[in-house]
């Protein structure tokens, strides 16, 4: 039964690990993995770049390597602040906007038809589930 359970763990795990790498907006132009589209969220909420690292627990630099992607790609902008040389200023451009507005509307169809087939409660219950193992893990 241990092995059984296991293996079963193991399995799920590496199948939310695939679905966690998917990218938002795969077969188009512009497609957004989970992790640029949550930081652009966070940019867009006016975030600092330390802000959204801690909130994702993610290392700083793994945010600026992040931010230096998403700048290559127009997306955002990195002005360094005036007032303090070592911070930057991190903005969507138009292009980024339009993209995340995209890829937020796609996402919230996908979302809601996955809520009328899991079930609110089902949904919340695996969430409080999901944190329960998150901080046990980690």
Do not use: H, W
Request: with cysteine; glycine share 6%; charged share 25%.
């Amino acid at each position: 039964m241990a092995e059984d359970l296991k293996t079963m763990y193991l399995k799920t795990i590496f199948q939310f690990k695939n679905l966690i790498n998917t990218e938002f907006g795969r077969g188009k132009q512009r497609v957004l993995s989970l992790t640029d589209l949550l930081i652009m969220q966070g940019i867009a909420d006016r975030q600092s770049s330390a802000a959204i690292a801690a909130d994702l627990r993610l290392t700083k630099a793994a945010v600026s390597q992040c931010t230096s992607a998403l700048a290559k790609k127009g997306y955002i902008t990195r002005t360094i602040d005036p007032d303090n040389r070592r911070n930057l200023t991190l903005t969507l451009t138009d292009v980024g906007q339009e993209q995340l507005a995209t890829t937020n509307a796609e996402f919230d169809t996908a979302f809601t038809d996955f809520v009328k087939d899991m079930g609110e409660s089902d949904l919340q219950q695996m969430l409080a589930l999901m944190k329960r193992m998150s901080t046990i893990i980690g």
